[in-house]
């Protein structure tokens, strides 16, 4: 029987090879985009694509840095049932 704070497939999944390269990748296009705006040389409709791809990308990484956080603090409650089985 699973504990009640046991890691969900979501948190599990949060500290995947996988799912870090892609918030790396994520995090390095944002910051492109964000770069690209700050310079204002860019034509409007150009500015607001990349706007909507950087709103895209800041809540896919905040999505993948909260379910990391979730999965942190799962294993951090397991740790401390573990614990206090062997009490």
């Keep these: 029987m699973p504990r009640p704070n046991a890691p969900t497939p979501e948190e599990r999944q949060a500290g995947a090879p996988e799912v870090i390269t892609q918030f790396e ?5 944002l910051e492109r985009i964000v770069q690209r705006l700050e310079q204002g ?3 409007l ?3 607001l694509q990349d706007y909507e791809r950087g709103t895209r990308l800041a809540r896919q990484c905040t999505e993948a840095l909260n379910a990391a ?5 799962a294993l951090s409650h397991e740790d401390a049932a573990t614990d206090d089985d062997r009490s």
């Design 25 to 29: 990748h994520n995090l390095d296009e």
């Design 41 to 43: 040389d860019i034509r």
């Design 45 to 47: 409709e150009q500015a």
């Design 69 to 73: 956080e979730a999965r942190i603090n």
